[in-house]
């Protein structure tokens, strides 16, 4: 199991340079996965102005969906009591991911609150006539986050700035090599895994049927990639479906681009311009 240390609100806040009023609330999602080479993935992201940040990350597999739950209670557990509101928590409720939501209502009333499944095959189109399905639609807003520049990674080079490790120092939690490693999202991840799967998913939309746009299945994306599950970018975009947790309002985006495309086109610019995008 793979997984990053959260710091408390009081010294993380200031470090990203949040509005002092921004208050400690955490969301999260989680992709499901079982064994062989398939992941299970969860995040954690802050919701602030400007930007959204991405600060927390476990990693696991090979496990079955009771270990699932138990990684999943004991980690948000850890993050609340190091001070950290959450809001919700959504998990892809089909197939492996129904028992582990059913494992994690049964654990306790504060999970059976905080839990919301999500069945990404349902169709949209009632709410959202853009989009074939669920997963198409909060695929596609995630492909949003990265074109407005409204999402960042907590990584090592924003662990790295002098006046991040300030803060902390100031804070009594000094950052030295070994315990900013254990911070944020590691390079490995955002720069390898998630760019990859993110600029290789495609999506189509067929204006004559009007089905509106669906992005390929897990099914579809190993069969042509020969590769595993795009379980990191399934989790992330869970992690930002603000709409289907009936919290926030969709932002439309009336571009209208069709044919097949990568859903996250712009994470090449976004990982050339690392610096300036996640620093600013």
């Known amino acids: 199991m793979q997984y990053s240390i959260l710091p408390p609100p009081s010294v993380l806040l200031p470090a990203l340079g949040c509005h002092p009023d921004t208050p400690p609330i955490l969301v999260g999602g989680t992709d499901i996965a079982r064994f062989g080479a398939n992941v299970s993935m969860m995040y954690l992201r802050l919701r602030s102005r400007p930007r959204n940040w991405i600060v927390s990350f476990c990693r696991w597999s090979g496990t079955d969906t009771y270990y699932s739950a138990a990684v999943i209670t004991s980690y948000l557990e850890e993050v609340e009591r190091a001070g950290w509101i959450l809001e919700w928590f959504c998990i892809d409720a089909i197939g492996l991911g129904a028992g582990t939501v059913d494992a994690l209502w049964n654990s306790s009333r504060r999970m059976k609150d905080l839990i919301r499944p999500i069945n990404v095959s ?38 790295d700035k002098p006046a991040v490790r300030r803060v902390f120092a100031d804070a009594g939690f000094p950052l030295t090599d070994r315990t900013a490693g254990r911070l944020g999202i590691p390079d490995w991840l955002g720069s390898e895994r998630l760019r990859e799967q993110a600029t290789t998913l495609l999506y189509k939309a067929d204006e004559m049927s009007q089905s509106g746009i669906q992005v390929e299945s897990k099914e579809q994306f190993k069969l042509r990639t020969e590769q595993s599950s795009p379980d990191e970018f399934d989790a992330l975009a869970l992690t930002l479906n603000d709409r289907w947790s009936g919290l926030e309002d969709r932002k439309a985006d009336n571009r209208g681009d069709f044919g097949a495309q990568s859903v996250a086109a712009l994470w090449q610019l976004q990982a050339q311009m690392r610096g300036s995008i996640i620093g600013r």
């Open 122 to 159: 349902i169709p949209s189109k009632a709410v959202s006539p853009r989009f074939r399905n669920v997963r198409s639609e909060i695929a596609w807003n995630t492909r949003q986050f990265f074109r407005t520049y409204s999402i960042a990674f907590l990584n090592q080079i924003w662990l």
